[in-house]
């Protein structure tokens, strides 16, 4: 971050005396929306304006004009100004116009381009967003900026992110990632497609300037090697319905949790609150079957990282009640289907979503066969809830609502997803 800050002043006073500002520009209003960065990237000196006074926002961006601005920005100095880096490069010689070829050698020199990039054999073609994204990523390696480390939360944003070529996808979900170049609203990000000197102007001062970048203010935090936001789903491979984020853990507030996190707290440390937990638990209470001497269940693979299942069974292989040197204890803590034979008496099933760092909990579903205190055997088997005062005939198949919709009781914290 020290070496961005530097190179952004060291080219804004190197463009302080010699760039026009977007205000005095005839084509840029004032009220739109690219007017703050065509500032800012002019101020930079990233782009100039054309002598007729015009800044042209609508004209595309060629191959050697972004890359020309990327080097200027992130070196902070004209490479033509040094009288160096004139002499051509290898395979590419000839086939740059002589004012772009001192960048593009700089370039090669950053690590910006390479000989394989052979886009860039040619004279004038526009800038597409694929080429973008790859020439902004390798300007991150040679600023030093961290790599996002999981990058699997974006490529499942994008809806045309298998059209994307192999040769830019890495490149296009670190861009992403880091909100240097943005998607459309309608969820797809277009690699082939071209920027205009308007939209270029936002993805290179995003580049250069951290605090312009989409949620910029809003607080990242460490989650199993990634950054997420407060509220970012934690994982996006599973049904919405199923998605939870950070603010979905039982924590008092955000600003709590900044205090844990500077104390070495993480997600993993915190259940999920009440009715996140028992959306997952009901799922499993749902699979539950138990016929002849067989019982069967399955346990989602939905929950994040920072959680995992507590599932306890117990039964008996003999009819002779309650020998608990007999007892059969089960505990299951993966996702997966379940099937258990042999099955002469139940004792009951528990089901609970705990932290991976705690053995603390908001909700626990549980379908007994028993008295808990007493051991006497119930005529009919009882589900029970942690959150209500009475317990329910359990019915194979059925959830938390279908026993609660004719329930006139009192529910000590009523559950709602």
Known sequence: ??????????????????????????????????????????????????????????????????????????????????????????????CWDSWAQPYLNKAMEMGLITEEDTDFRYNGLPCTRGNMAKIATRAFEYLKEEDIADTSTYAAKLKDYSDIPDKFKSYVLQAYGKGIISGYEDGTFRSDGILTRAEA?????????????????????????????????????????????????????????????????????????????????????????????????TIPDYLPESQRWVISLGYWETDKDYDMTNVKHIKISEPGEYSFSGVKLMGGVIMTVKPQNSDSFTSLIEVTYQKPLSLERLDKPEVSFNNMHTNFEWVQGQGYKDYIKDFDGEIAYPVEW
């Not at 302080?16 to 977007?22: E, F, G, M, V, W």
């Not at 539950?288 to 067989?294: E, S």
């Open 1 to 94: 971050m020290k070496k961005i800050l530097a190179v952004v002043l060291s080219v804004a006073a190197l463009a302080s005396t010699t760039s026009a500002l977007a205000s005095t520009y005839s084509d840029v209003p004032e009220n739109a929306w690219y007017t703050g960065y065509v500032n800012k990237i002019s101020e930079l000196k990233g782009f100039a304006g054309y002598e007729d006074n015009t800044f042209r926002p609508d004209n595309q961006i060629t191959q050697e004009e972004f890359v020309k601005t990327v080097v200027a920005l992130t070196v902070g100095e004209q490479p033509e100004a040094t009288g160096e880096n004139t002499e051509p490069k290898r395979s590419w010689k000839n």
């Open 201 to 297: 102007s936002s993805v290179l001062v995003r580049l250069i300037d951290k605090a312009e970048r989409p949620n910029a203010d809003e607080t990242l935090y460490d989650y199993f090697g990634r950054k997420v936001t407060w509220t970012e789903p934690l994982r996006t491979d599973v049904p919405e319905q199923y998605q939870v984020s950070i603010a979905d853990h039982k924590v008092l507030s955000q600003a709590n949790y900044n205090e844990s996190v500077q104390l070495g707290g993480t997600p993993s440390d915190y259940p999920l609150n009440r009715s996140k937990a028992m959306m997952f638990e009901d799922l499993v209470l749902q699979s539950i079957r138990y016929d002849g001497d067989t019982i069967t269940l």
